[in-house]
């Protein structure tokens, strides 16, 4: 047979193609491989180059490439490549994500509070505190709670605290002598609604006593300390506590605040807060340089408010990983990399570099920063947070999306939805992602 | 004598030849390879393999994926994120579609007239069209902002309030539709210029000739001619309006309130990468190439039974 009919041809190539689809949906009973890459293997790279991933925490980048000369000095067989990887942490997370499926991964990574935990639940980072102790170096210089806070269960931990930060009270004290205010942060956030309308009248029009964060943006992390000071939280462990009262009484203040126009929310608060459009401004420590540079007033920076002079705030920031699919000589350079970018001098470069806080404790019993912070007591202010932190709650930090459901909700209280109903919503669609994402995964 | 035996006549039409010859088959087949072969590879695969992702409950950073049958698409229907959305996504779309098309004829038409100066103009209209969405996003980000920008500014001079656009849904929807719209006038008017340029100039004179107004010579004479050009454009300025991305992720990254400017392509985005839950992703993704495909498959019917007639 020598002809062959259109019709023949186009039925060869749909059956081609039918083959063709079936082939590529084999496997999909049960479970079914990604194509993500291993846990143990090579992950591209060679192990005479550090591939270091950072988002350059609080515009970090000319600290952290002194910091990699200082490390490839003391390591001349050592080359790191320093890769911007985004323009903050959720873009970092989002990167690695894409490496983990193309196979080129990272030597180290920084991962946020928010995103390590479903990397390190998912089998992606290697528990740094086992290759400390194999490659001879101590976690005990850490600060405790610091480096508590990359742990979940058993011993393991899977990064170590790098940019780490707290939320302050920053506050506008031109505006705050125009309103007859005294030059200090609030008691409680009762006393702060109170001053609203001095403020205000202060401000003029326009303007907000208080700029928060947008949901698209931290309101998830600094509306935690408003919540915690009036008794309320996100969740006891992997149960959701939103719509018990000290919540549900917080999101009422916050909606009260928007009602009464004492609350802009940004997605660029910082720039706001610079920029004089309002009076307060709850943010990370991190972002003292910034607005010290931006902003045109005398700056007054307080601890967050809380009743009863029960005073706590989360930690915040990020740390420093390393993938759990690069070579084990590419672990071991990469830990003596980590260790070295957060070893007392490196923290201390980089902490009075940017406002975060020293993450050694060795570094704040160093006497050039105990001087330094003496002379800067605003920077000094985080470090005296420090031991009244208290751990996130999972449902924002270990919950697939945490954050962005969290900050949802916030942004329709603020719009005006009823706080209850806005927070029973954000309990059940909690409970069903740790069901469905969080459960399965981890250890009975 | 005998009289040789006549062949019968032919009865109806010769036989005809079935089919080609097996040389031309393989020949067109080895020419449209390379292409096919791409096309298996970067575009039939991928999306055979989202299709039977959106089957899973694959969590973006897990080597493995669990098949979880259609509970992703009971899922959907029932998420009141996804029904905000899909409203979105239809307002959007409806919106830029309409509206880019109508101001484009209309621009087209304006300087197909011998104006002078009409070729820089007919530039300046057709810029934004190559500028990168991001940047228009980040420009118009001043154009929009509640505190400096240029419309509040505008505004104030006249004494006139202008809301946050940035904290109310419906107002920040309305921006990215009209950044967008702004970005991508250039190209209706351009392809609708082409069209006014090519049509048959003779009929609108012996309409004009016979006394018919000016409004029954557009909708009589100069838009059945131009047919062909809108089916061609309400195809391809609606599979580009709802794949939007770049504008709605610099200028209010799906806001506010979670969803406000979100449509069906962030959403994928948002779940994936955001939420980390690429199952569900793939889901989302997959649903809105079904409801491409028919909304396409609706236009090109149309079109065909425009050209009949």
């Known amino acids: ?444 | 004598m005998t009289s040789a035996a006549v062949p019968p006549a032919p009865v109806g039409d010769p036989p005809r030849r079935r089919g080609r010859p097996i040389g031309e088959w393989t020949l067109a087949g080895l020419l449209l390879l390379p292409n096919l072969v791409l096309l298996v590879v970067f575009t039939y695969r991928p999306l055979i393999d989202n299709v039977r992702l959106s089957f899973t409950s694959w969590n973006i950073s897990a080597p493995v994926a669990h098949y979880i049958g259609t509970a992703n698409y009971v899922r959907w229907w029932h998420d009141p994120n996804s029904h905000q959305v899909l409203i979105n996504t239809v307002v959007f779309t409806v919106a830029t579609v309409g509206v880019s098309m109508v101001l484009g004829l209309a621009l087209a038409m304006l300087l197909d007239q011998k104006l002078r100066g009409r070729n820089i103009v007919r530039s300046v209209l057709f810029a934004p069209f190559v500028i990168s969405g991001a940047a228009v996003g980040i420009a118009f980000q001043f154009v929009f902002d509640p505190n400096f920008g240029l419309i509040r500014d505008l505004a104030q001079r006249v004494g006139v309030t202008v809301p946050d656009f940035y904290q109310q849904p419906h107002w920040a929807l309305f921006m990215v539709t009209v950044t967008y719209i702004w970005k991508n006038l250039g190209y209706t008017f351009v392809i609708y210029l082409a069209a006014l340029q090519g049509r048959r100039a003779d009929l609108d004179e012996a309409a004009e000739i016979d006394g018919a107004s000016p409004w029954r010579r557009f909708t009589k004479v100069l838009l059945p001619q131009l047919r062909p050009t809108t089916y061609f454009l309400s195809i391809t300025v609606l599979l580009n309006s709802v794949q939007v991305f770049d504008i709605i992720n610099v200028m209010t990254r799906g806001g506010p309130q979670g969803y406000g400017t979100a449509t069906m392509v962030y959403q994928v985005y948002k779940e994936t990468f955001v939420n980390s839950q690429a199952g569900y992703g793939a889901t989302i993704a997959t649903i809105m190439f079904v409801f491409l495909l028919v909304v396409t498959l609706v236009q090109v019917r149309l079109m065909d039974r425009g050209r009949q007639t």
């Open chain 1, 1 to 444: 047979m020598t002809d062959m009919t259109r019709r023949g041809l186009l039925t060869a190539a749909g059956g081609i193609a039918v083959a063709g689809g079936l082939a590529a949906c084999a496997g999909t009973g049960g479970s079914t491989s990604t194509n993500s890459g291993s846990s143990g293997g090579g992950g591209g790279g060679n192990s005479s180059q550090i591939e270091f991933w950072s988002n350059h925490p609080a515009m970090s980048k000319a600290t952290e490439q002194k910091l990699i000369a200082g490390f490839e000095k003391k390591n001349p067989s050592l080359k790191v490549k320093l890769v911007d990887a985004g323009k903050n942490y959720e873009e970092v997370g989002q990167k690695f994500n894409a490496a983990l499926g193309g196979g080129n991964q990272p030597d180290v990574v920084v991962v946020s509070d928010v995103t390590w935990f479903n990397f390190a639940l998912n089998k992606r980072l290697a528990d740094v505190a086992a290759l400390l102790a194999a490659n001879g170096l101590s976690s005990s210089d850490y600060v405790d709670s610091l480096y508590a806070d990359y742990n979940f269960q058993g011993s393991e931990h899977y990064a170590l605290p790098y940019s780490r930060s707290t939320p302050l009270f920053y506050y506008n004290k031109d505006v705050w002598k125009k309103a007859g205010l005294p030059d200090r942060g609030p008691k409680d956030w009762d006393e702060f609604t109170s001053w609203c309308p001095a403020l205000q009248k202060a401000l003029g029009s326009g303007k907000a006593p208080i700029i928060l964060d947008d949901g698209s943006d931290y309101l998830d992390w600094t509306f935690q300390c408003i919540a915690w000071s009036y008794g309320g939280g996100y969740s006891d462990k992997w149960t959701p506590t939103f719509s018990e009262a000290g919540t549900v009484k917080a999101g009422q203040v916050l909606q009260g605040w928007a009602k009464k126009k004492y609350l802009k929310t940004s997605a660029d608060s910082q720039s706001d807060f610079s920029a004089g459009l309002g009076a307060v401004l709850l943010e990370s420590t991190g972002d003292i340089s910034g607005i010290q540079k931006d902003g045109k007033f005398g700056l007054g920076v307080a601890f967050v408010p809380a009743p009863n002079g029960i005073k706590t705030c989360p930690t915040g920031g990020a740390g420093l990983a390393i993938p759990q699919g690069i070579s084990d000589a590419r672990k071991k350079n990469a830990i003596k990399f980590i260790e070295f970018m957060t070893n007392a001098q490196s923290t201390i470069t980089f902490s009075q570099a940017t406002g975060y806080m020293p993450v050694r404790k060795s570094a704040l019993d160093d006497s050039a920063e105990k001087a330094y912070l003496a002379k800067n007591p605003e920077y000094a202010l985080a470090v005296t947070q420090l031991p009244k932190t208290r751990p996130q709650a999972y449902a924002r930090v270990f919950v697939p999306g945490g954050g962005a459901r969290i900050g949802q909700a916030l942004d329709k209280i603020v719009a005006g939805s009823d706080v209850t109903s806005t927070f029973k919503e954000l309990d059940a669609s909690t409970t069903a992602a740790y069901n469905t994402q969080v459960k399965p995964l981890l250890k009975a």
